[in-house]
């Protein structure tokens, strides 16, 4: 049996993601991409806030149920091969050739926007940048390839848990009936969505991720990840009882209404808390992020500042760990041109003053009033020089902030009540949104249907390539004083030129098609399959490249 719906979700939760990432570069700050867009508008921060909220969280569970659907009908052994050669490979492929090449787009960026001061040329500092970068692996962000990281995790445990109880905890079965009956009964009940929004809201609060489910760098969040197992085993034990999509896939238009009226809410809170700096909802780390800078001509002035005071010698420490790159640039720059210097200037703080292990000092510490906090706990008592780099972490950030109290904003989380209530909030909008669009694909999207078959075949390849394709482009189009419904048209519109067209040419009818999608495909005319596509034969649904 082919689950065409489930099938169609899953492609438009990859495809979203290209027009997901087009609202990225144009948020009106810098955030983690190839540089800021001059057009940035705060709307995009509200598309953003309610993709996130949904997207990957729909894609996970759709996951797990065709996880379940393979194991079920292959065998563990076939599932894991399978997962090998279509999940675990291209992750690896992916970060050797595509992520090399997003990392240089990122620093190219840097280098057009200030957000890098270096003296070194793009080329030398991009070759010292990759030389270094063995030994901070753990920590490198993946980009947009962490789903495919955290798919084989979940996997792994999923995996792990299965052969644990079919073979030893369980082999009468009894206890995973037993779970499936409560899953049964929860799905099937008025309060689905409230039950199933406890444990990811719990996760979200233990992590305090401000912005939902985070899975960290190459070194994983567990935390993340175990909360993505879980909505994966929602997807499962789905699978056991297919016949709850119809009950899941009620009164899908007021649950997308609610569960949108809430994500939009949470997303002014965002948006509120960082456009006013205060950095609220997010993690308590000894670091800073780039609403940090409060007031960029008083920090400028009292990192120059020649003063013989107490704090004027704390001051001058700060400027001295400074990079002699960032050092001339405070010196000749009374103000900011973006925010892409702003976040340069926040690395360049959090990288060589909160990391010190030199900057604070007893006499320091107290010549400022910088006290004990109660989360280093048995640390406290132990002299700066003997405490974990974490520990001396949160004592150079107290230092740095009590050094320009007027200029930084420190970090200042919610309390615990109101966090909890956010984080409730934002898991029972997940679930609210992710049966929605089980309801709305289940309603329009239930039949064989060759154009979304195309897109459907299409969207791993889309996915893996579009960041490369709209990071070169912010690069071109950046500072083009374009009408901003323009720039994301454009944007948009090349992605989907570049993405769709190599992937039939090049992917499609050839070995990477077979690779990634489990078949190759006779070339048609690409106005043929990808405007007015024909029938050209079936493809099962545990075939498909993310089950």
């Not at 009950?247 to 949470?266: C, E």
Request: proline fraction near 4%; hydrophobic fraction near 50%.
């Amino acid at each position: 049996m082919r689950y065409h719906s489930l099938d169609a979700l899953r492609a438009w939760m990859m495809l979203l993601g290209l027009v997901f990432h087009v609202a990225w570069l144009l948020l009106p700050q810098y955030f983690f991409n190839a540089r800021a867009d001059s057009q940035g508008h705060t709307g995009f921060q509200y598309f953003f806030g309610w993709v996130h909220v949904f997207r990957m969280q729909a894609f996970f569970v759709i996951a797990g149920f065709f996880a379940n659907l393979l194991v079920t009908k292959r065998g563990v052994l076939s599932f894991v091969r399978n997962r090998f050669w279509r999940v675990l490979l291209p992750f690896v492929v992916s970060m050797i050739v595509l992520f090399p090449l997003i990392r240089w787009q990122e620093i190219r960026g840097g280098f057009m926007t200030g957000r890098i001061q270096s003296s070194l040329g793009v080329w030398e500092y991009t070759l010292n940048h990759f030389l270094e970068l063995p030994g901070k692996w753990g920590g490198q962000w993946p980009y947009h390839f962490w789903f495919l990281e955290t798919l084989c995790l979940v996997y792994l445990i999923a995996i792990g848990l299965w052969l644990v109880f079919a073979k030893v905890l369980d082999r009468d079965k009894r206890f995973r009936h037993r779970v499936q009956r409560f899953f049964e009964w929860v799905v099937g009940s008025r309060w689905c969505i409230p039950v199933l929004a406890v444990p990811v809201a719990g996760l979200l609060f233990w992590a305090d991720t401000w912005f939902g489910i985070s899975t960290g760098g190459l070194e994983p969040l567990w935390l993340g990840t175990i909360n993505y197992w879980f909505i994966f085993a929602v997807g499962w034990c789905l699978y056991s009882s297919p016949e709850l999509i119809s009950r899941i896939s009620r009164h899908w238009r007021l649950k997308m209404a609610i569960g949108s009226v809430i994500a939009l809410g949470l997303a002014a809170i965002w948006v509120d808390d960082w456009g006013k700096h205060r950095n609220r909802v997010g993690v308590a780390q000894p670091k800073m992020n780039l609403t940090i800078v409060r007031d960029y001509p008083m920090l400028r002035q009292r990192l120059l500042n020649s003063g013989d005071t107490e704090i004027d010698s704390v001051r001058r420490a700060v400027f001295a760990l400074l990079s002699d790159d960032f050092q001339e640039f405070l010196e000749h720059n009374e103000t900011m041109a973006n925010s892409d210097q702003a976040f340069g200037l926040v690395g360049e703080f959090n990288s060589n003053v909160i990391d010190s292990l030199q900057f604070a000092t007893p006499g320091r510490c107290q010549a400022l009033g910088v006290v004990e906090d109660p989360r280093w706990g048995r640390w406290a008592s132990r002299p700066i020089s003997e405490r974990t780099e974490d520990a001396r972490a949160w004592v150079n950030l107290l230092l740095l902030q009590a050094a320009f109290p007027d200029s930084l904003h420190p970090h200042n989380p919610r309390p615990a009540l109101e966090s909890a209530a956010y984080f409730y909030l934002y898991a029972l909008s997940t679930w609210l949104l992710v049966n929605a669009w089980f309801g709305f694909f289940e309603e329009y999207f239930s039949g064989n249907n060759p154009k979304v078959r195309y897109y459907s075949d299409s969207a791993y390849w889309l996915y893996l390539l579009h960041v490369v394709v709209q990071f070169e482009m912010s690069l071109w189009l950046g500072d083009l004083e374009w009408p901003v419904p323009v720039k994301f048209i454009v944007y948009l519109a090349g992605t989907f030129l570049v993405t769709v067209t190599t992937y039939h040419y090049l992917v499609r009818s050839t070995w990477i098609g077979r690779w990634l999608n489990g078949r190759r495909y006779d070339r048609e005319p690409f106005l043929v399959s990808a405007i007015l596509p024909s029938s050209t034969g079936t493809l099962d649904s545990d075939s498909t490249p993310a089950d």
